[in-house]
């Protein structure tokens, strides 16, 4: 196969007075196009997975990312990694696995742990709740880093960091060319390439390449889904979150400034359907599964018992480290009271799409600020002065993620759809009629991975509230990464081709993360045969060697028996 050189031929009317390796490196720096194997568009959790697959597969690659981290969900989003209870033995790619053995190492390696911690096979830094790997984001990006460092000295790996796509150029269903701006230089590259794979977080190549796409809620009608809406609603979007991280020192007083929107979250209830049971800012909010009203408790002194939100997402826990070391305990806040959903980012105006976000910020600083002033203590007295943003962890001058969390994207109308019917326990159980105990998954000839997590759909910006329904560990099919029409573009992460309501299972980090590896090991796959995607899922003898070939990279593409979610 032909080698692309990331270097083209408009960088010949640069000046010759450089030479060898110096004039190279300014000719590239300065280049107006670039071409490889595949451009990877995004540098998100799925954009990373697929630039490895295809890295490791010889291809020459570029990769772009928005921010100036790559990880997305685990990086810039500041979200520590949501997984199924079966991950630390099964359940997710080699490459993925490899990635939580470094997080490990690395605090092994690095930080002052107590024997206990450095002994525990299933170390969990934070000792959050919400997952078996709750750590700081600065070690999910190191540990990135060092996965992509072999590539980048081999020359493999172009790596495009704050470039946002800008246009594409078109030729029928083809992609030939992708404009990405430098959204610090202002310049823009174009870059070229036989395939395509977009990681966007929000499916940002789709209308720029006219790649057909849904966005929001399907019709019942449509689908045929139990928990889809009457009728098709693209405005019924779930709520982002910009989430930030935070200490506590007793002794100390670390009051922000006052939110210049306080006052109106400070009074703002939810209008949803079902009802949230009463102001956005308070400790009561309703049951994801249940809807009814509950109380969860909240003290970083740790006197309170139950369940205490202090440590949910906890990222840093003292009891991990040798006395003395660490100051305090470091939590993530990505809570239901800082989910904003007074508005969309998802097809509109730059000024509009702005507005959210600064809207979106101010909410999770106005959280903020309340827990510091006015939050209820379990004590009967009223704030925690001592909580403390942590710009530092985080990477931003304002304390708040790099980038917001983003849970739906725009999906492909792939040449498979992955319903309710598939993946959810209750559907499934009335289509075959077996009892819970029985009942599995869709089975998908073309699958190309695993993923396990409950159909969890956050407050919409429809007014709706939680869907949070039971589902089963499923395959990812090979169909929904294939768009309709077009033939070199794969989308890497929460854009494929799943339903609003399937989205709430497929749209975690290590289903991200197989997805993306998967689209990379796909592009590598066809390129040394000459055949397209929609090529090898369609013929048998192809397919089933694409799928060795997984295997042989350490994919699992089927589940053992295990139970619901």
């Known amino acids: 196969m032909k080698r692309r050189s990331f270097l083209r031929a408009t960088t010949a009317t640069l ?29 998100g959790f799925g954009g990373c997975a697929a630039a490895l697959a295809a890295c490791r597969a010889g291809l020459q690659v570029i990769l772009t990312e928005e921010t100036d981290w790559i990880g ?21 790619t080699r490459a993925y696995r490899a990635y939580r053995d470094a997080i490990r190492a690395f605090y092994c390696d690095r930080y002052p742990l107590t024997p206990e911690a450095r002994a525990n096979p299933h170390f969990n830094p934070g000792n959050g709740w919400v997952s078996r790997l709750c750590h700081e984001p600065r070690i999910s990006l190191a540990v990135l880093t060092q996965m992509f460092a072999p590539h980048l000295s081999a020359g493999r790996l172009r790596l495009l960091l704050d470039h946002k796509p800008a246009s594409a150029e078109v030729a029928g269903d083809r992609v030939r060319a992708v404009t990405v701006r430098d959204l610090k230089a202002g310049r823009s590259r174009t870059l070229l390439a036989p395939y395509f794979v977009d990681a966007t977080e929000l499916g940002d190549l789709l209308p720029l390449t006219k790649t057909e796409y849904v966005v929001g809620a399907e019709s019942q009608k449509i689908t045929g889904e139990p928990h889809a809406t009457a009728e098709a609603r693209p405005t019924d979007q779930q709520g982002f979150t910009f989430c930030f991280a935070m200490d506590y020192l007793a002794d100390e007083d670390h009051t922000i400034a006052r939110p210049a929107e306080y006052d109106f979250w400070r009074s703002y209830i939810p209008q949803m359907t079902p009802p949230w049971p009463g102001p956005l800012l308070s400790w009561q909010m309703g049951d994801p599964v249940s809807l009814k009203p509950r109380e969860i408790g909240f003290d970083p002194t740790l006197k309170l018992s139950g369940p205490n939100l202090w440590t949910y997402r906890r990222i840093a826990d003292p009891a991990n480290y040798a006395p003395g070391s660490l100051r305090s305990a470091i939590s993530l806040v990505n809570w239901p009271q800082n989910d904003y959903w007074l508005g969309r980012i998802v097809d509109l105006p730059e000024a509009e799409q ?15 600020y309340w827990m510091q002033t006015a939050a209820p203590r379990p004590d009967g007295g009223t704030g925690w002065k001592g909580l403390r943003l942590r710009p530092d962890v985080v990477g931003t001058e304002d304390g708040l993620a790099k980038y917001p969390y983003i849970r739906e994207a725009r999906r492909i109308r792939a040449e498979f759809t992955v319903l309710e019917q598939h993946v959810g326990t209750e559907a499934r159980m009335a289509a075959t009629g ?15 991975g695993v993923g396990a997590y409950r159909i969890d759909l956050h407050p919409s910006t429809d007014g709706r509230n939680y869907i949070d329904l039971s589902s089963l560990p499923f395959q990812i099919p090979l169909g929904a990464l294939i768009p309709q029409r077009v033939e070199n573009l794969l989308p890497a992460c929460k854009n494929i081709g799943t339903t609003h309501i399937t989205n709430g299972c497929f749209r975690l980090h290590p289903v991200e993360w197989n997805i993306g590896e998967a689209a990379g090991a796909l592009v590598a796959f066809c390129q040394a045969r000459q055949k397209s995607p929609r090529q090898v899922r369609n013929n048998a003898q192809l397919l089933a060697e694409f799928q060795q070939s997984l295997r ?13 979610l």
């Open 15 to 43: 000046p010759l007075l450089y030479c060898g390796g110096a004039w190279r490196a300014f000719a590239e720096a300065n280049a107006v196009e670039l071409a490889a194997d595949v451009a990877v568009i995004g540098g």
């Open 72 to 92: 997305g969900q685990a990086t810039a989003q500041a979200v520590p990694p949501d997984e199924h209870p079966w991950i630390e033995s099964f359940g997710c």
């Open 354 to 368: 702005a507005r959210q976000l600064a809207r979106a910020k101010q909410l999770s600083l106005s959280l903020l």
């Open 434 to 448: 077996k009892p819970r105990d029985e009942a599995t998954a869709e089975r998908f000839a073309d699958s190309v």
């Open 552 to 564: 042989n990279q350490g994919f699992e593409l089927e589940w053992p028996k295990v139970r619901p």
